[in-house]
């Protein structure tokens, strides 16, 4: 395989808490020692509950957080903490889709002025702008008419249609999709992940895949990394990752998926997880996984443990496992 | 005099306009003791509005024009908001999709579950304090007298969401509305809540209408189903056929849509073309005519529910003209 598009490598990203009235202080380690490689063309998902750290490592990598600690190289290159022109320029080869895109745009540009912004920025002319607009909004299955519409005009799926034009409008190499089709209809979310596939395969695109969704995520991935608490728990190939997992975690989150199937789905056994995600603030001393974990021995109380092979296909962070 | 299977909530011909538009059209359902109901569909297509004409919490601008509401035998929608009330939090009550805003803020959570046995059943402070913690406790929330005292930003939302359904069925109502009750929560927690909830059904007897768009929640919990689309009821029935065998190309397609974990990884999925159409957009005849790709001309009449023949199920309806050759979808 070639060489990876965007590689990170032990990824910090720590938040300092003001101290003073009402405030503890301490630091939140929200991504800690987070490693992963993006290739041309593939798609990997960052996976896990509300807190685990997949959006603050996207935001990492986007710059819209500041990495406390790590590299991370995009084409060989290092760009971790970039400001100013090279932020900038980096933009036009790194772009992130949100998943709400009624918030995304602006509601009194018109969709032609929202997705022709970017180029605008970058020094196109007006009619290389209207061209080009043209183009992206075909790309991504709109009519051309729509160009003159306000957002408020187009349904949710139309509009993330847009944000993805837009997104695109730069030919960027890498995407962040950051829960893209969570705030669509269903009827609506398999239109737009045929079309993210498409586009990854006409455009070679590197996808950032976000998402709780795990039948999205097995659909549309490569690869897929399970967070927890800031660290990776489970990593690898998604067959291996879904027919094989090995982390207590990962395990736990595949039986919480209810599929849509009610013989399968009441037949199948369920590991139902006691308790809630340990605070970010005090996070147990040794695996973060400790306090739900069912298959814990004295080791994970002291010890962290290191992502290792788990001879399934995948690296697990796990004693008992990797053993 | 009720007789024993007699369904505990029936929505009967129910018909709610917003400014003219028939935003609930023709609506007729039935939950029994213990039974859980889902109501699918997408956003507006009814579904949150049937559940809450139920407690009389439409907005203002909503109106039902036309049907029954029957709660253990009587009508609700003739009742005015003082006889509402004694009906809410007593013998019917609703949960929602956003937990933490759902409960007040400034109020601990002992509180806010015990509240309905003061209002309703005037339980001493004391005793209602007692009762709130072992329901709490029931649900799953450990330590729950500590946490009685604590304000719902102390609690996770998982927890809030424990909370919200220890406060709903504190007085043992006959009937929960669950609206979207898991869908703002992650999955490890999700799994949780329909946990609980299949074991309160089974140990309270409550009956359980269950909102939702989530297809592998329904299949986890529900026992029958109605899909919505467009302010009607498109099909109902048992679980089992209607994933197994539905008759309806919107079910059918909904469901033929959605990532599975056999499925083919890549592949292009299903889909259903066109978008939902806004209210008042709806077209005439079968309202699903203009996305659906067995739509011909007989569909500009509008279908009724009706049975599905030869099924193994005798309560499986669609309402589809095509609906025997909805093999012509697969």
């Known amino acids: ?10 990824l910090k990203v720590h938040f300092k808490l003001r101290q003073g009235v009402g405030a503890r202080g301490g630091v939140v380690k929200a991504v800690d020692g987070v490693s992963f490689d993006v290739h041309a063309g593939r798609t990997l998902a960052l996976v896990g509950e509300s807190g685990c750290g997949k959006s603050t ?22 760009v971790t903490g970039l400001k100013g022109r090279d932020r900038a320029a980096l933009a036009q080869e790194i772009q992130i889709v949100f998943q709400d895109p009624s918030a995304a745009l602006d509601p009194k540009m018109s969709i032609c002025d929202s997705i022709a912004e970017p180029l605008a920025i970058a020094g196109w002319s007006r009619n290389d702008r209207r061209r080009r607009v043209i183009e992206l909004l075909d790309r991504v299955g709109l009519p051309a008419a729509f160009s003159e519409r306000l957002p408020s005009a187009l349904s949710g799926g139309q509009r993330q249609r847009v944000v993805i034009a837009r997104a695109l409008a730069l030919s960027p190499r890498l995407l962040i999709l950051d829960e893209p089709v969570s705030a669509l209809d269903v009827s609506i979310r398999s239109q737009v992940l045929n079309l993210l596939l498409e586009l990854q395969r006409e455009l070679d695109l590197a996808y950032l895949f976000i998402s709780h ?18 660290t990776v728990a489970e990593s690898g190939p998604i067959d291996a990752m879904f027919e094989a997992p090995r982390h207590p975690y990962t395990q736990a989150l595949l039986s919480a998926i209810p599929l849509p199937d009610p013989v399968l789905q009441r037949r199948r056994e369920k590991i139902i997880l006691t308790g809630d995600l340990p605070s970010p603030l005090s996070p147990p001393p040794g695996c973060p996984f400790i306090s739900r974990c069912p298959i814990r021995v004295d080791i994970c109380a002291t010890a962290r443990p290191a992502l290792k092979d788990a001879r399934s296909g995948t690296q697990a962070a796990c004693f008992v496992r990797t053993a | 005099m009720m007789t024993p299977d007699a369904p505990v909530l029936a929505i009967d011909d129910l018909v709610i306009e917003i400014d003219g538009n028939r ?11 213990g039974r859980i109901l889902a109501i699918v569909g997408e956003s507006g297509c009814g579904k949150s509005l049937t559940a809450l004409s139920v407690l009389g919490l439409l907005p203002k601008a909503a109106e039902i024009r036309q049907g029954a509401i029957r709660l253990n035998g009587r009508d609700l929608t003739g009742l005015d908001e003082a006889a509402l009330s004694q009906v809410r939090g007593n013998e019917a009550t609703i949960i929602f999709q956003e937990p933490v805003a759902s409960l007040n803020p400034l109020m601990r959570v002992g509180e806010q579950v015990e509240e309905a046995l003061i209002l309703h059943r005037g339980l001493s402070g004391k005793a209602a304090r007692a009762e709130a913690i072992a329901m ?32 709903a069925l504190i007085c043992r109502p006959a009937l929960l509305i669950a609206d979207e009750p898991t869908t703002a929560l992650d999955v490890t927690i999700q799994a949780q809540i329909l946990d609980l909830m299949r074991r309160l ?54 469901l033929a849509t959605i990532p599975t974990l056999q499925g083919q990884r890549k592949a292009i999925l299903r889909t259903i073309e066109g978008m939902v159409p806004s209210a008042g957009a709806w077209p005439d005849g079968c309202r699903f005519r203009s996305r659906c790709p067995l739509a011909d001309g007989a569909c500009l009449e509008p279908p009724p529910l009706a049975l599905v023949e030869a099924g193994a199920f005798s309560s499986h309806a669609a309402a589809c003209w095509h609906s025997a050759r909805i093999e012509a979808l697969a």
């Open chain 1, 1 to 10: 395989m070639s060489a990876p598009l965007l590689q990170v490598r032990d």
């Open chain 2, 201 to 254: 059904r089974e140990e309270v007897g409550t009956a359980i209408v269950l909102i939702t768009h989530d297809m592998g929640v329904v299949a986890d919990l529900a026992d029958d189903v109605c899909v919505m689309y467009g302010g009607r009821i498109v099909e109902s029935g048992p679980v089992e056929p209607i994933f197994a065998a539905p008759r309806h190309p919107y079910t059918k397609l909904l």
């Open chain 1, 213 to 230: 969704d795990l039948s999205v995520v097995r659909h549309i991935a490569d690869e897929a990394m399970v967070l927890y608490l800031g």
């Open chain 2, 23 to 33: 935003i609930v059209d023709h609506v007729s359902l039935a939950v029994g003791s």
């Open chain 1, 57 to 78: 490592t996207a935001y990492a990598v986007i710059g819209l957080e500041q990495a406390t600690g790590g590299t991370i190289l995009f084409d060989g290159r290092d």
């Open chain 2, 136 to 167: 709490m406790t029931r649900v799953g929330i450990p330590d729950a007298a500590r946490r009685a005292r604590q304000y719902p930003f102390e609690l996770s939302g998982g927890m809030c969401q424990r909370i919200m359904i220890a406060s």
